[in-house]
């Protein structure tokens, strides 16, 4: 059993910047890759980032690269995400996401095998 917690949510004006992190417990086997999905409000879950247990493969959504960057320290069993340059359009609950196996596209969302509870971005023109 994997539990994920989020946090470092929270509201920033466009441009600014926030890191979220994603404290993860259990069998690492059970988390061979970890990442973020996020929905915003009337839309479905979209993937947004992907990191392989002890690195170094990542792959991020279109819409984030050159704005976000996972990372991770194993040492903490936490993975982050830093999002700078944010914008109105970023605004969502963004979901921390572990499994078994990595698909690095959006299509990884069919082998998740644990979620977090979430946490909130909200980003002002």
């Known amino acids: 059993q994997v539990q994920l917690v989020e946090s470092g949510g929270g509201s920033v004006q466009a441009g600014g910047s926030l890191r979220l992190s994603c404290a993860a417990s259990g069998y690492s086997y059970d988390r061979n890759c970890m990442g973020w999905f996020r929905q915003a409000p009337g839309k479905e879950r979209e993937w947004v980032s992907i990191?392989?247990?002890?690195?170094?493969?990542?792959a991020y959504a279109d819409s984030v690269k050159g704005r976000f960057t996972i990372s991770q320290n194993l040492a903490k069993n936490t993975v982050y995400l830093q999002m700078n340059s944010l914008k109105p359009e970023d605004t969502a609950m963004y979901y921390c996401?572990?499994?078994?196996?990595?698909?690095?596209?959006?299509?990884?969302?069919?082998?998740?095998?644990?979620w977090g509870q979430g946490t909130q971005v909200t980003v002002s023109s």
């Open positions: 990191i392989n247990h002890g690195g170094p493969h990542t």
């Open positions: 996401a572990s499994g078994r196996v990595c698909v690095y596209t959006d299509s990884w969302y069919k082998y998740v095998d644990y």
